[in-house]
């Protein structure tokens, strides 16, 4: 079965450090991997995909398949990066229901 | 404007209630979903559906029920709640793509079990 494992529950940074949000899977595939983001008062929504490759509001993630991993990072972390942050697998081949790790809250300081 | 929507935004409700959580969708999905998030918790899967008269069970043991019988209403119903019920319910839908699909969420339902 598949599984998603956050280690972090909350990670708090100041303005302008890096960031990183760890990420890793259980899976014997291939999977799709996706990261869904929560601010304050809004709704969970996706911030990338790894099959996009893309960088989303300076924000990256690669997949990793030899350590399992999907780590989120941002070289520069804004104040209105503080949100709770969702890692997220859909297994193919199976029933593809989205599996979502426990969350990881990011506070970013002034 | 294409869309999903939760109704009641909160509810709480003494023990032993017969409650209905509504969810509709007007983004024409196929898919639709039940996770319940608790603070610091996975979200977990209660139910799911692949369309019209199509519904199954999650990985979450739940004592709730849904029904689907047109493909933009997905309603979830608990027969007689009970505190270990109180959590915050999400729904979600996502249209048919095979790969990669994109789930578009609820604002939720937070639910309080006296």
């Known amino acids: 079965a598949q599984r998603v494992t956050q280690p972090e529950k909350l990670l708090s940074v100041f303005k302008g450090a890096p960031v990183e949000l760890k990420c890793n899977y259980s899976?014997?595939?291939?999977?799709?991997l996706f990261w869904y983001v929560q601010y304050s008062r809004q709704r969970l929504q996706l911030l990338l995909r790894h099959i996009s490759r893309e960088s989303i509001k300076g924000f990256t993630a690669d997949l990793n398949k030899g350590e399992t991993s999907f780590h989120l990072k941002k070289p520069f972390a804004q104040e209105e990066d503080s949100a709770m942050y969702y890692c997220a697998l859909r297994a193919p081949g199976g029933s593809y229901i989205p599996t979502f790790g426990r969350g990881t809250s990011l506070i970013v300081h002034p | 404007e294409a869309d999903i929507y939760q109704t009641p935004r909160y509810l709480v409700i003494g023990t032993g209630k017969k409650i209905t959580l509504e969810c509709s969708q007007t983004m024409g999905h196929d898919k639709m979903y039940w996770y319940q998030q608790d603070p610091g918790m996975e979200l977990h899967l209660i139910h799911y559906s692949y369309g019209v008269n199509s519904t199954e069970k999650g990985d979450l043991s739940s004592e709730s029920t849904v029904s689907r019988i047109r493909t933009e209403h997905f309603p979830l119903t608990l027969e007689s709640a009970r505190p270990s019920h109180t959590s915050q319910y999400l729904c979600a839908s996502s249209e048919s793509r095979g790969t990669n699909e994109k789930l578009f969420f609820g604002s939720g339902t937070q639910l309080s079990v006296l």
């Open positions: 899976y014997s595939g291939s999977p799709e």
